[in-house]
C-alpha cells in the first residue's frame, strides 16, 4: 500500500483530493499524515482518516521535517499555497521523496536549481496543476516543437474598464474553484504567467516556444505541437481531480470524471490581450531576462496580490506594482535555497513599500 501524506490539507487541493478518498475513487493509497498551516479544521479531518495531523504555522524546518519522517510518506501531495510552498519542496528533496506537485512557486522560484537538485536525489517531481499535468501526460508519447498553454482568461475576459474593480469580482471565477491568491492570480493572468514560467523549467523549453490561448470552456487543458504540424490536446471538464490523483497514483485505472457531452460541446480559442493583461506580458519577460527576475516576479505578484485583497490597492496596482519591481536588477546568481528566500524577501518588500505608496 502507497503511503501519500497530503500539505495544504485543507485548501482547495487537499480538499479536492479527500473527497476523491470519500468517494472511493482512489485504490492502493493510504493517507498517511496531514499538514495545515494552522486550519484547526484538521484535527477532525485526521480523525475522519485516520491520520495524524501536524499544524505547521510557526513551525520550525526541523519540525516539520520530523513529522514527514514519522508518517514514511511514499509521495507528498504539495498543496500548500504560494511561496512558502518552497520550503516544503525543498525538505521533500532533501529528503528523497517523490512530489505531487501543486505549488507552482516551487518551481518558478527554485528553477533549474530546484529541479537539479531534484534529479540528483532521485525525487520525480509530478505536475498537479491540470495544464501541466495534460502537457506531463502527452510528452509521455510524443516529441514536441510546441507547448500551448489554455486559459480560462478569468472573470474580466469581455471587461474593458478595468479600474473599478472590487476583489468579490475577482474572486468569482467563472470556471474554477481555486483559494483566493490563485483566483485573484488568474483574473490578471498572472496565473498563466507563472505557468509559462513553470512549464519552461519543467519541460526544457524556452519562453517563445510556449504560447498561451484564451478558452474559455477550460475543457481542453493544454496542447502540444509536434514537428510535423499535428496537435495533440488533453480534453476534460475542468475538475482537478483528474491531475491530482492522476500524479499520486501514476495513472487512476478508476472514472473519475463525469464523460464529456460532444453532442452539446463548443470548443473557443482567442488571443489574450496584452493592454489589459499586463502580468502575462511581465512573466514571460521576467523568463527571458533569466537570473532572479521570476523569483522578483512570482514574489512581487503575490505581495500586491495580498494588499488586493486586504483592500490596500485596486486591481490595475497589481501589475503596476510587479513592473515596478522588475524595474530593478535582477540578473543575481544563486545557489541555495536560502539565497532564493532571500531574494524573495527582498522583491517582496520592494512590493510592499510600492503598496504602501499607493
Known sequence: ????????????????????????????????????????????????????VFLAGGKREDE??????????DIVLNGVSG???????????????DIALANKESVVLGGRFLLDKA???????????SEHSAIYSLLQS???????ITASGGPFRER????????????????????RKITIDSATLANKALEVIEASYLFSFPPERIDVTVHKES?????????????????????????????????????????????????????????????LSLGYSALGSGGAYPIAFASADEAAVNAFLDGRIGFTDIPRITEEVLSSDWNIAFSST??????SEKAGKMAEEACSRV
Open 1 to 52: 500500500m502507497k503511503r501519500l501524506l497530503i500539505l495544504g490539507a485543507t485548501g482547495s487541493i487537499g480538499t479536492t483530493c479527500l473527497n476523491a478518498f470519500r468517494s472511493s475513487l482512489v485504490d492502493g493509497i493510504e493517507i498517511s499524515g496531514l499538514v495545515s498551516s494552522g486550519n484547526r479544521a484538521l484535527y477532525a479531518i485526521g480523525r475522519e482518516f485516520n491520520a495524524p
Open 219 to 279: 475543457v481542453v487543458h493544454s496542447m502540444i505541437e509536434c514537428a510535423d504540424g499535428s496537435v495533440f490536446a488533453l480534453l476534460s471538464v475542468p475538475d482537478m481531480t483528474l491531475p491530482i490523483i492522476s500524479a499520486i497514483t501514476g495513472g487512476s485505472c478508476k472514472r473519475l470524471l463525469r464523460p464529456l457531452d460532444f453532442a452539446s460541446l463548443t470548443l473557443t480559442f482567442e488571443d489574450w490581450d496584452r493592454e489589459r493583461f499586463p502580468m
Open 142 to 148: 510524443h516529441s514536441a516543437e510546441r507547448l500551448i
Open 160 to 179: 474593458h474598464d478595468m479600474s473599478s474593480i472590487t476583489v468579490s469580482e475577482a474572486l468569482a471565477h467563472p470556471t474554477w474553484k481555486m483559494g
Open 64 to 73: 516539520i521535517r520530523g513529522f514527514i519522517e514519522s508518517v514514511s510518506p
Open 338 to 343: 536560502e539565497e532564493i528566500l532571500s531574494l
Open 83 to 97: 511561496i512558502a510552498g518552497l520550503i516544503y519542496s525543498d525538505i521533500l528533496i532533501g529528503m528523497g521523496i
Open 119 to 129: 534529479r540528483k536525489n532521485g525525487v520525480r517531481i509530478i505536475p498537479v496543476d
